[in-house]
């Protein structure tokens, strides 16, 4: 599979997102928060922003404290990590405001517990140094992110990743497959996918190997047989494909 990055519906969705907040008018406003079901391509597509715009860029923790996010993003930054978490914080907030850092804080539901405290240091970041903070979670985290005013007033955007549609698929198979995916079997792979961008990559290997054992340049529907092409998580079963091919 070529290593490429797709530009899907939900990249351009996250790129609007990010220039609301780039262009807001209260500079303490600098939260984007990015929400969606598992498997739609959040964590990818904020990397690969991530890596573009030198980020810092952390998975948050079950067992997460100010202290212990603060250390782990020191640790990110190189920074020194001893000390009271006053001076740990001096110098990270230090660091982030010079360079103008942007953070990346993904599965953001860990840092509410004890009354989202975690969120809270976070926020006081945002505050000081006015650095984009884009905060990435599952859709049911907007509405307890609401429930602390004080963080959800500096969120000046949100942007909700949704199911890949049959076009963003045709082009993810056109840019990703090192074989020649046929229509009617990229719009199959978006039926039993459900627009789940993880699926959808499964699919695309297997469609893969099938066209390069067959010595296959272009597959088609029909040449996939009953060959499953997902899976169904749920029932644990394969999905085959609907006509169930030649």
């Given at each position: 599979m070529k290593s490429v990055f797709v530009k899907t519906s939900n990249y351009e969705r996250f790129q609007e997102g990010l220039a609301a907040v780039?262009?807001?008018?209260?500079?303490?406003?600098?939260?984007?928060?990015?929400?969606?079901?598992?498997?739609?391509?959040?964590?990818?597509?904020?990397?690969?922003?991530?890596?573009?715009?030198?980020?810092?860029?952390?998975?948050?923790?079950?067992?997460?404290?100010?202290?212990?996010?603060?250390?782990?993003?020191?640790?990110?930054?190189?920074?020194?990590?001893?000390?009271r978490a006053k001076d740990i914080f001096a110098r990270i907030s230090g660091y982030l405001g010079r360079n103008q850092t942007p953070l990346v804080i993904d599965e953001v539901e860990h840092c509410l517990r004890d009354n989202a405290h975690v969120l809270e240091a976070i926020r006081d970041l945002s505050d000081l140094t006015e650095i984009i903070v884009v905060l990435v979670g599952m859709e049911q985290v907007q509405a307890k992110i609401g429930r602390h005013l004080q963080i959800s007033s500096r969120v000046a955007h949100v942007v909700t990743f949704g199911p890949a549609t049959p076009e963003d698929v045709m082009l993810v198979c056109k840019q990703k497959c090192e074989v020649e995916v046929a229509n009617d079997l990229a719009l199959e792979i978006h039926r039993q996918s459900k627009g789940r961008m993880r699926e959808v990559m499964n699919a695309i290997a297997l469609v893969e190997r099938e066209g390069k054992r067959n010595g296959l340049k272009r597959v088609e529907l029909k040449d996939m047989g009953n060959r499953p092409l997902t899976l169904d998580w749920q029932s644990t079963r394969p999905r085959t494909t609907r006509n169930g091919g030649r």
């Open positions: 780039e262009g807001r008018g209260a500079q303490e406003s600098s939260l984007l928060l990015v929400t969606g079901e598992a498997g739609y391509g959040k964590s990818e597509t904020v990397d690969q922003w991530a890596i573009q715009a030198g980020a810092a860029y952390l998975r948050a923790k079950t067992g997460w404290t100010p202290r212990y996010f603060m250390t782990e993003l020191a640790e990110n930054l190189k920074v020194d990590t001893s000390g």
